[in-house]
């Protein structure tokens, strides 16, 4: 059973920066693609980052520029670097990824930028 662990949500000034941790647990092996969702007011769950084992990475438009998706292979864990925040961004943020054809999320971690 894989389980997703993130760390590193909280409530910074507009123009502040965060970095999320999201550690996987109970993989025998090198996940694929490791990415992180966000969940904001509208309660739609968009793709914000993703990353191959390969390093291939995959930004949303709206996040392009200000946010650095990153992981450690030998570890199975994920960063996001955000910085450059706005209240826009504030949202719960999920790590997600996909082993043995099953979807994995994590808990969920609130992100909240005060203008």
């Known amino acids: 059973q894989v389980q997703l662990v993130e760390s590193g949500g909280g409530l910074v000034q507009a123009g502040g920066s965060l970095r999320l941790s999201c550690a996987a647990s109970g993989v025998g092996f090198s996940l694929n693609v490791m990415a992180w969702y966000r969940q904001g007011p509208r309660n739609q769950r968009d793709l914000i980052a993703q990353?191959?084992?390969?390093?291939?990475?995959n930004y949303a438009d709206s996040v392009k520029g200000r946010f650095t998706i990153s992981r450690d292979n030998a570890k199975n864990t994920v960063y996001l670097q955000m910085n450059n925040l706005q209240p826009e961004d504030t949202a719960v943020y999920y790590c997600?990824?996909?082993?043995?054809?099953?979807?994995?999320w994590g808990q969920g971690t609130q992100v909240t930028v005060s203008s």
């Open positions: 997600h990824t996909v082993a043995i054809g099953i979807n994995y």
């Open positions: 990353m191959t084992r390969a390093g291939v990475t």
